[in-house]
């Protein structure tokens, strides 16, 4: 059975692309996005398994 963990990350508008290329090259998925508290700014949810 697979296990996994999680990250949650701020997403700046202005370098998602290499942010969400970062946490690819480290083996993470992205699972979903999201307003972030109190409607400002985002946050990205991913996963991976576990090693």
Do not use: C
């Not at 992205?30 to 398994?49: D, H, I, M, N, S």
């Amino acid at each position: 059975m697979t296990t996994w963990e999680y990250l949650t990350a701020p997403l700046l508008i202005h370098t998602t692309k290499q942010i969400l290329d970062n946490f690819g090259s480290e083996g993470w998925e992205l699972v979903t996005v999201v307003p972030g508290p109190e409607g400002k700014g985002l946050v990205a949810y991913f996963k991976r398994p576990k090693a």
